[in-house]
């Protein structure tokens, strides 16, 4: 409770005390604070700028080169921090990309006697690569961008990843975009997240909420083992289909039924405390269910181990002392629904290294609201 006025959030503009119930009072204040932290149109048209010239930059390299646009900013859930998530699409056969920071074996010889390189990251103010005709498509982007009218002020290519990234910082905008290359998943992703925010309209105010609520953290960032946007949102769609609301399907209308803080508390009590990270994994889309994480690690057919989503989520589980997941137990597991097939594996949460201080931290709000909810 906030007793002066200059102790108000920025984004409360009412009085909440006119709802009766705790859960009343923080839908109200849920919609208050994603119109508060929705980007505004100069904010949207600052990235637009950013998408432009970059596919003028892209064009300039290569003719037929395509930019597409994924993540937060195609499904329209990013925060005013968020990065820009862009996947170029080009041919690869004559343009290869670059493997531990260096250039074609062809070419490396030549380039060392003349003194030339390649660079795999940067902080501005070292010299660039000016071997276009003989290096990838990737260095020529990593290049250009260096060169470029606005510039950038950070720069660095990861190619040790299991996607290789490319990433800048607009230095006139100061907007971080993450380039990755022929990769159609995320463009897919982004496509069916749109299609599910109209099937679940509270999805995009629990986003912009607990994406808030981890950036403020530092526990957003997957490089550092924090949670994406894309796992978040994973949970929340698969925490939405499991909620009672929907299994029992006999309300019509759950939004009207349920309001955006019952199905917050929901979320941090879920992940906070009942859901049991030792022994199962999720898969959240198409079809949701549970499977025993040991089948994963140990290879054999997850698709036999299946759930019903309420009797493990609303049941407190004791946690298990079971090492399902080899030497990190406690690892979330979640089945990403865009790239795994019958025959292959992709967990999305394999990043996320920190679960156990993401958990923490929706534990402790999780009592914190408990406490509110009893004065």
């Not at 049991?276 to 499977?291: A, V």
């Amino acid at each position: 409770t906030f007793r002066k006025a200059d102790d108000l959030p920025p984004w409360v503009r009412r009085n909440y005390d006119r709802w009766t119930t705790w859960t009343d009072r923080l839908h109200m204040e849920l919609i208050d604070f994603n119109m508060f932290i929705s980007p505004t149109e100069i904010e949207h048209k600052r990235r637009l700028k950013v998408i432009h010239g970059l596919k003028q930059l892209v064009k300039s390299i290569d003719k037929k080169a395509k930019v597409k646009v994924f993540g937060s900013f195609k499904t329209l859930l990013y925060l005013p921090t968020s990065d820009l998530d862009v996947v170029i699409f080009y041919n690869d056969q004559d343009s290869e990309s670059l493997k531990k920071g260096k250039i074609r074996d062809k070419d490396k010889e030549k380039d060392n006697e003349q003194g030339t390189g390649t660079i795999t990251s940067t902080i501005m103010g070292t010299t660039k690569c000016n071997k276009a005709s003989t290096i990838g498509f990737k260095q020529r982007l990593f290049n250009a961008l260096i060169g470029s009218k606005n510039g950038v002020s950070y720069i660095e290519m990861i190619e040790t990843a299991r996607v290789p990234i490319l990433k800048y910082t607009d230095k006139e905008s100061h907007i971080n975009v993450d380039i990755a290359f022929n990769k159609m998943t995320g463009v897919l992703a982004a496509k069916e997240i749109n299609t599910l925010q109209k099937k679940f309209p509270m999805l995009r105010m629990l986003s912009n909420f607990l994406k808030y609520f981890l950036w403020y953290r530092n526990l957003h960032e997957p490089y550092f083992g924090g949670m994406g946007s894309y796992l978040l949102q994973m949970l929340i769609i698969h925490m939405l289909q499991a909620h009672p609301m929907y299994s029992q399907n006999t309300i019509p209308n759950v939004w009207e039924e349920c309001t955006l803080g019952s199905f917050l508390l929901a979320f941090l009590e879920m992940f906070g405390f009942h859901f049991n990270f030792s022994r199962l994994g999720i898969s959240p889309y198409p079809h949701p269910h549970y499977f025993q994480k040991h089948a994963v690690f140990n290879g054999r057919n997850y698709h036999g181990h299946n759930h019903a989503l309420q009797a493990t989520l609303w049941d407190e589980i004791a946690p298990s002392t079971e090492n399902s997941g080899g030497g990190q137990p406690f690892m979330l597991c979640v089945k990403c629904p865009f790239e795994s097939t019958d025959h292959v594996f992709m967990d999305a949460g394999k990043n996320s290294f920190n679960i156990m201080k993401i958990r923490s931290a929706f534990q402790y709000a999780s009592k914190l609201s408990l406490r509110i909810n009893m004065t």
